[in-house]
């Protein structure tokens, strides 16, 4: 398959840094998500089996919320992860928690 499946606008401005390398040249065997909330606040979220990553524009794009070696066999029995500090209101907690579940069925 070539090309894009979907471009996303940065809707942030240049004061929050350029978009991490992660979010362009993601792994194949990883999980990929994006999630912009009712305010236009935009998350990037990737994992693999021994890593999740996440970066936001407000938060800083150069600034990447990593959670090593996450235990997916907890996930899936609905105990989740606690993740570095990052102030995430109720509709970007549900995302990443969606996300966790999702990577936990992929990866256990």
Not at 4 to 31: A, F, H, M, Q
Not at 61 to 83: I, N
Request: charged share 30%; net charge neutral; hydrophobic share 40%.
């Amino acid at each position: 398959m070539d090309g894009d499946l979907v471009t996303i606008r940065n809707e942030r401005s240049k004061d929050c840094g350029s978009i991490p390398d992660w979010v362009k040249e993601r792994p194949n065997d990883g999980y990929f998500a994006y999630f912009e909330n009712e305010h236009g606040k935009q998350w990037f979220l990737l994992a693999t089996r021994n890593l999740v990553r996440m970066a936001g524009g407000d938060a800083g794009w150069d600034r990447t919320y990593e959670l090593k070696h996450p235990d997916w066999k907890a996930v899936r029995e609905d105990r989740l992860p606690a993740w570095p500090v990052v102030i995430l209101n109720g509709h970007e907690r549900a995302w990443v928690r969606l996300c966790l579940r999702t990577v936990a069925q992929r990866f256990w």
